[in-house]
Nanobody, 123 residues
Framework: VQLQASGGGLVQAGGSLRLLCAASGRTFSSYVMGWFRQAPGKEREFVAAISWSGGSTYYADSVEGRFTISRDNAKNTVYLQMNSLKREDTAVYYC?????????????????WGQGTQVTVSS
Protein backbone atom coordinates (compact mmCIF):
# COMPACT_ATOMS: atom_id res chain seq x y z
CA VAL A 1 0.00 0.00 0.00
CA GLN A 2 1.22 3.50 -0.82
CA LEU A 3 0.34 6.41 1.41
CA GLN A 4 0.23 10.15 0.80
CA ALA A 5 -0.39 12.59 3.62
CA SER A 6 -1.63 16.15 3.15
CA GLY A 7 -3.40 18.95 4.96
CA GLY A 8 -0.57 20.36 7.00
CA GLY A 9 0.06 24.05 7.33
CA LEU A 10 0.56 27.00 9.64
CA VAL A 11 -2.06 27.61 12.32
CA GLN A 12 -2.29 29.70 15.46
CA ALA A 13 -2.35 28.09 18.85
CA GLY A 14 -5.88 27.07 19.71
CA GLY A 15 -6.76 26.53 16.09
CA SER A 16 -7.59 23.40 14.13
CA LEU A 17 -6.29 21.44 11.17
CA ARG A 18 -7.39 18.25 9.46
CA LEU A 19 -4.81 15.96 7.97
CA LEU A 20 -5.63 13.44 5.29
CA CYS A 21 -3.82 10.31 4.23
CA ALA A 22 -4.82 8.82 0.90
CA ALA A 23 -3.92 5.19 0.31
CA SER A 24 -3.60 3.24 -2.89
CA GLY A 25 -4.27 -0.45 -3.16
CA ARG A 26 -7.23 -2.70 -2.70
CA THR A 27 -6.38 -3.87 0.79
CA PHE A 28 -6.61 -0.53 2.61
CA SER A 29 -9.58 -1.66 4.65
CA SER A 30 -7.60 -4.55 6.11
CA TYR A 31 -4.96 -2.34 7.72
CA VAL A 32 -4.73 -0.65 11.05
CA MET A 33 -3.91 2.95 10.22
CA GLY A 34 -1.87 5.28 12.33
CA TRP A 35 -0.48 8.77 12.61
CA PHE A 36 2.95 9.62 13.94
CA ARG A 37 4.86 12.87 14.26
CA GLN A 38 8.44 14.01 14.52
CA ALA A 39 9.48 17.37 15.89
CA PRO A 40 12.90 18.88 15.14
CA GLY A 41 15.58 17.20 17.20
CA LYS A 42 13.18 14.61 18.59
CA GLU A 43 12.37 11.02 17.83
CA ARG A 44 9.26 10.07 15.93
CA GLU A 45 6.35 9.47 18.27
CA PHE A 46 3.02 7.73 18.02
CA VAL A 47 -0.05 9.95 17.82
CA ALA A 48 -3.11 7.84 17.06
CA ALA A 49 -4.32 4.59 15.51
CA ILE A 50 -7.60 3.25 14.20
CA SER A 51 -8.75 -0.30 13.56
CA TRP A 52 -9.58 -1.61 10.11
CA SER A 53 -13.30 -1.08 10.70
CA GLY A 54 -12.93 2.28 12.41
CA GLY A 55 -14.59 0.89 15.49
CA SER A 56 -11.56 1.16 17.75
CA THR A 57 -9.16 4.04 18.21
CA TYR A 58 -6.09 4.63 20.34
CA TYR A 59 -4.38 7.90 21.22
CA ALA A 60 -1.21 9.14 22.79
CA ASP A 61 -1.86 10.83 26.11
CA SER A 62 -0.56 14.11 24.73
CA VAL A 63 -3.35 14.36 22.15
CA GLU A 64 -6.22 12.52 23.84
CA GLY A 65 -9.33 14.68 23.81
CA ARG A 66 -7.92 17.09 21.22
CA PHE A 67 -7.25 14.90 18.19
CA THR A 68 -9.63 12.51 16.46
CA ILE A 69 -8.62 9.81 14.02
CA SER A 70 -11.17 8.47 11.55
CA ARG A 71 -11.24 6.61 8.28
CA ASP A 72 -13.38 6.18 5.19
CA ASN A 73 -12.66 2.79 3.65
CA ALA A 74 -14.74 3.62 0.59
CA LYS A 75 -12.35 6.49 -0.12
CA ASN A 76 -9.17 4.75 1.05
CA THR A 77 -8.54 7.70 3.33
CA VAL A 78 -7.67 8.19 6.96
CA TYR A 79 -8.06 11.53 8.72
CA LEU A 80 -6.62 13.24 11.75
CA GLN A 81 -8.73 16.10 13.05
CA MET A 82 -6.57 18.25 15.30
CA ASN A 83 -8.26 20.77 17.58
CA SER A 84 -6.97 23.07 20.32
CA LEU A 85 -3.53 22.94 18.77
CA LYS A 86 -0.53 23.81 20.89
CA ARG A 87 2.95 24.95 19.92
CA GLU A 88 4.27 21.58 21.04
CA ASP A 89 2.16 19.93 18.33
CA THR A 90 4.51 21.43 15.75
CA ALA A 91 6.05 18.53 13.82
CA VAL A 92 6.11 16.64 10.58
CA TYR A 93 3.14 14.26 10.65
CA TYR A 94 3.27 10.86 9.00
CA CYS A 95 0.60 8.31 8.28
CA UNK A 96 1.29 4.61 8.42
CA UNK A 97 -0.40 1.29 7.71
CA UNK A 98 0.07 -1.88 9.68
CA UNK A 99 -1.56 -4.38 11.97
CA UNK A 100 -2.46 -5.09 15.54
CA UNK A 101 0.08 -7.05 17.56
CA UNK A 102 -1.34 -9.61 19.95
CA UNK A 103 -4.89 -10.00 21.13
CA UNK A 104 -5.24 -6.76 23.06
CA UNK A 105 -5.96 -3.53 21.22
CA UNK A 106 -3.20 -1.02 21.76
CA UNK A 107 -0.08 -2.57 20.32
CA UNK A 108 0.68 -2.22 16.65
CA UNK A 109 3.28 -2.84 14.03
CA UNK A 110 3.41 -0.41 11.13
CA UNK A 111 5.08 -1.52 7.93
CA UNK A 112 4.12 1.11 5.39
CA TRP A 113 4.80 4.82 5.68
CA GLY A 114 3.83 7.87 3.75
CA GLN A 115 5.79 11.05 3.31
CA GLY A 116 5.23 13.65 5.97
CA THR A 117 3.20 16.82 6.07
CA GLN A 118 4.40 19.78 8.11
CA VAL A 119 2.24 21.20 10.87
CA THR A 120 3.41 24.42 12.45
CA VAL A 121 1.58 25.97 15.38
CA SER A 122 2.41 29.56 16.17
CA SER A 123 1.74 31.39 19.41
Amino acid sequence: VQLQASGGGLVQAGGSLRLLCAASGRTFSSYVMGWFRQAPGKEREFVAAISWSGGSTYYADSVEGRFTISRDNAKNTVYLQMNSLKREDTAVYYCAAGSQVGAAWGQFEFNYWGQGTQVTVSS
